[in-house]
């Protein structure tokens, strides 16, 4: 019996796997590259999280009530590495749930007092593989990401 030669390469199994494996192979790199980056930018934002909390922690540690907590600016920046113009302090006066414009103010008799103290650090993460600029998301220069706390004082 005769075979045909122009059957017999098809017919030929060896170095598929390899061929398979180079097609696939980009593809997988580019989703690990992606996980790397996403975990990266997750725990850069759980950092700055955690500094903010670590910042608001002092707001309540004298145990009284305080006019002024820009203090804790030093502490957010100490914790977490960023300059002064990324951390902001906010403190603020609710009476009955009413947001007030002063912060020392007295409320009326028989409403509810809350006190809040509140800490927000921002920063840019910027991904190791350029993601950003692919996806459309944050600019040149980065992704912008924020850690904040907030702490009821009264």
Known sequence: MIRSPVV????????????????????????FAAIVDFANGFAANLALENAASRAVELASAPGQVQK????????????SGRPAEAVTISAWLECNGARQSAFDRV???????????SVEITSVFKPT??????W?????????????AVVRLQ
């Not at 998301?137 to 912008?144: E, L, R, T």
Request: negative net charge.
């Open 68 to 79: 002024n907590y820009d203090y804790l600016k030093t502490e957010a920046m100490l914790a």
């Open 107 to 117: 409320c009326g008799d028989g409403e509810q007092i809350a006190r809040y103290v």
């Open 8 to 31: 017999r390469p098809f017919a030929d199994q060896r170095g598929v796997s390899t061929i398979e494996l180079a097609l696939v192979m980009p593809i997988l790199i580019m989703f």
């Open 129 to 134: 593989f350029g993601w950003e600029k692919l």
């Open 136 to 148: 459309g998301a944050g600019g040149v220069n980065g992704i912008p990401i924020s850690g904040d």
